[in-house]
């Protein structure tokens, strides 16, 4: 499966964002796909993440509350609503792909085969 990330950009602190991710190339629900992100100089991050059929989800402590994952497998897309932005939350974010056939929602990296590009997202305070 190909992965297309896109709706960063430069927003102040407490200001919202939408990222989208879209998968072309396979079949999207045979999928659990998620967030991560990095900073320079910092490990990948794991943000959040949805199951196969988006009834589970997982969030980072830093996030939950604030972040919302969610998918539509008839549209192919993984979205993240981002609310409450802090400058904390600046780095490029990727979305990623887990082959799976169970309800799992990985937040290990390394679990993911398949990656998008990447969009890059900047909170200014």
């Known amino acids: 499966v190909q992965l297309q990330a896109s709706g960063g950009g430069l927003v102040q602190a407490g200001g919202s964002l939408r990222l989208s991710c879209a998968a072309s190339?396979?079949?999207?629900?045979?999928?659990?796909v998620g967030w991560f992100r990095q900073s320079p100089g910092k490990e990948r991050e794991f943000v959040c993440a949805i199951s196969r059929g988006g009834v589970r989800r997982h969030y980072a402590d830093s996030v939950k509350g604030r972040f919302t994952v969610s998918r539509d497998n008839a549209k192919n897309t993984l979205w993240l609503q981002m609310n409450g932005l802090k400058p904390a939350d600046t780095a490029v974010y990727y979305c990623a792909a887990d082959y799976t056939v169970t309800g799992a929602v990985p937040t290990e990296y390394m679990k993911y085969d398949y990656w998008g590009q990447g969009t890059q997202v900047t909170v200014s305070s």
């Open positions: 190339g396979g079949t999207f629900s045979d999928y659990a």
